[in-house]
């Protein structure tokens, strides 16, 4: 039995078949195989990109009747919107809008390229910075979305999310060395850290948990769920974040106790200052 998305019946497996059901839409993201399935070469990121879009598809059922507009940073190919799309458009009817930020233009024109032959007119794409991203006028930004994006390109989506007032933030983060030389020249780590594979690992957490924290200190409700197993790959924890309810601001304490802790801060204090002013502790 498939892993079943709860209030939905769509089964894993099922999103997968909607998806290789049509070769015209495997063909433009080059995962078409031999015999009308995923290749070998694109099944990791088929995996990936299927496993997230059931997460995102679960979390946000409760605004699907609103039409609800997705923006995709540091977007890449797209594959996580493109899957979106044709599953939305397949299995609940529903037509979005969808937007991808990414600031290499020659993969953006790909983007734009595969939109047209897939006939998804609802989609539309920006070659800048995820930072400098701003919907057109009339149009508010629902779900901020990032797959892998490197590093800070991470904090980069979820600074973007929260100063668009995203009702949900989902991230999967891809490496994290941003805090790596910090947490190296901590004393208090001092003995962690002569070991290279912990120091990565703690690395990872320390990131994420400052992530989270920020996320909690701006107003939204934080968890942690793996897409996929980790034999698929080890980066499978996305960072759901969903705005509450009063949409009232906690403040940045238990972001500040963390970074006192271990001395160290994250780069989301550069890309967020509004956030940190007078949160100096």
């Known amino acids: 039995m498939g892993t079943v998305l709860q209030d939905t019946g769509y089964s894993v497996e099922t999103l997968s078949g909607v998806l290789t059901s049509s070769r015209d839409f495997l063909r433009p993201l080059r995962w078409e195989g031999p015999g009308g399935d995923v290749n070998r070469r694109g099944m990791k990121k088929f995996q990936e990109t299927v496993g997230f879009s059931a997460h995102i598809l679960h979390k946000i059922k409760d605004i699907l ?3 609800p507009v997705f923006l ?15 599953i939305l458009r397949e299995l609940y009817g529903v037509e979005c809008t969808f937007y991808g930020v990414d600031i290499s233009e020659s993969l953006i024109g790909k983007c734009r390229g595969i939109a047209a032959s897939l006939g998804f007119d609802n989609m539309s794409f920006t ?3 995820t930072l ?7 149009k508010k930004v629902d779900v901020v979305v990032a797959l892998h994006a490197c590093d800070s390109a991470t904090d980069e989506a979820i600074a973007r999310g929260i100063k668009l007032g995203a ?4 991230v999967v ?7 790596r030389g910090q947490i190296r020249s901590a004393q208090a780590l001092h003995d962690l850290t002569d070991f290279g594979p912990l120091l990565y690992r703690f690395a990872d957490l320390v990131t994420e948990a400052l992530r989270a924290q920020v996320l909690r200190g701006a107003g939204y409700y934080v968890e942690f769920h793996e897409i996929v197993p980790p034999t698929v790959t080890p980066k499978n924890l996305v960072i759901t974040a969903r705005m509450m309810r009063s949409g009232k ?8 106790r963390l970074c006192n802790q271990l001395g160290v801060r994250s780069i989301l204090e550069d890309f967020l200052p509004e956030l940190f002013n007078g949160e100096n502790g």
């Open 72 to 86: 995709e940073c540091s977007c890449g190919k797209s594959y996580l919107t493109f899957a979106l799309n044709r």
């Open 249 to 256: 601001k906690k403040g940045m304490d238990g972001y500040r």
């Open 127 to 129: 070659a800048g910075q």
């Open 167 to 170: 009702r949900y933030i989902m």
């Open 173 to 179: 983060p891809c490496c994290q060395n941003q805090l």
């Open 65 to 67: 009747d609103d039409d």
């Open 132 to 138: 400098g991203f701003n919907a057109p006028i009339g």
